[in-house]
């Protein structure tokens, strides 16, 4: 798995590499956030495999 990821990146330039890194990493963090930590949001826990209250 981690040979192909990094064959993968090896064919992209320095610069992608760092912006998808990033992006991966706030994604990653935002999902935490929601999932795990939701009195930040000022919410519920926003989980999706709970059920939705009717």
């Known amino acids: 798995m981690a040979e192909w990821i990094g ?25 935490w956030i929601l999932a795990f930590d939701p009195g930040t949001v000022g919410g519920d826990p926003v989980l999706p495999f709970k059920r939705r209250k009717k």
Do not use: K, Q, Y
């Open 7 to 31: 064959g993968l990146l090896s064919g992209l330039p320095a610069w992608l590499i760092v912006i998808i890194s990033i992006i991966i990493i706030f994604i990653i963090g935002a999902i």
